[in-house]
């Protein structure tokens, strides 16, 4: 099987699959990304947050935007690199706006605001599949050598 | 733009990204932004930033590996601006 370029960020994150919260990217550029992911009913944080009352966590949502938003886009950005780097997340500040059920689809657009000095900063925005505003806001990442 | 100016104009940048636990009295000219100050990597990009877009020049790697002290950072702004 041939995987295009967007297929193949995603096949080469580093994540294990219940930590992988990004399913596909729609687009990638120099200066912006667009992915999706949807929340499985049998992800395993359900059952806790909430007890009776399954909700997606902010700290999750907050890993799928910097999974998509730093992690694929800082990957794209670093192709021409000879060996695959290390990104560590380094801040954020995210609003949330509405909650996210199981099984709901999540749209992430970020755009980059710079890439220098191995520092990525993007501002990041969540919509769920009804195009409502879950998140939004601003996360940088750095490149680590290893 | 004098030499006490640029330094007032660093000082000025560097307290914005000072852990919590430092405080902006501790900033000296020779004070290590990474050791003494407890600046991450991280925010020694934004610093760099900071400068690039105060005193309008354009800093390189070499220079963000000179950039350790306030001091050094006056002396790489002063060959620029």
Redesign the interface.
């Known amino acids: 099987m041939i995987l295009d370029e967007l297929d193949k960020i995603v096949a080469n994150l580093p994540y294990g699959d219940g930590f992988k919260f990004v399913d596909q990217l729609l687009e990638i550029s120099e200066d912006h990304v667009i992915g999706v992911y949807r929340f499985r009913k049998s992800e395993y944080f359900y059952k806790h947050h909430f007890i009776h009352q399954p909700v997606t966590p902010g700290v999750i949502l907050t890993e799928c935007m910097a999974q998509i938003g730093l992690v694929c886009l800082g990957s794209y950005l670093t192709k021409a690199l000879p060996e695959k780097p290390q990104f560590v997340f380094?801040?954020n500040h995210i609003q949330f706006l509405d909650v996210v059920k199981p099984e709901t689809t999540v749209i992430v657009t970020a755009k980059k605001e710079?890439y220098?000095?191995?520092?990525l900063k993007v501002v990041v925005q969540m919509l769920d599949e009804q195009e409502r505003k879950i998140a939004e806001g601003a996360m940088?990442g750095?490149l680590v050598n290893t | 733009m004098t030499t006490t100016e640029i330094k007032d104009q660093l000082f000025s940048i560097v307290k914005v990204y000072l852990p919590q636990d430092v405080d902006a009295s501790a900033i000296t000219a020779d004070s290590h932004l990474m050791k003494d100050l407890g600046i991450?990597?991280?925010h020694?990009?934004?610093i760099?930033?900071d400068v690039e877009d105060a005193f309008d020049i354009m800093l390189d790697?070499k220079d963000?590996e000179a950039m350790q002290t306030v001091d050094a950072a006056v002396t790489i702004v002063k060959g620029k601006v």
Do not use: G, P
Not at chain 1, 116 to 119: A, L, P, V, Y
């Open positions: 380094t801040e710079y220098r000095f191995n520092k940088s750095m | 991450n990597s991280a020694l990009v934004d760099a930033l790697e963000m």
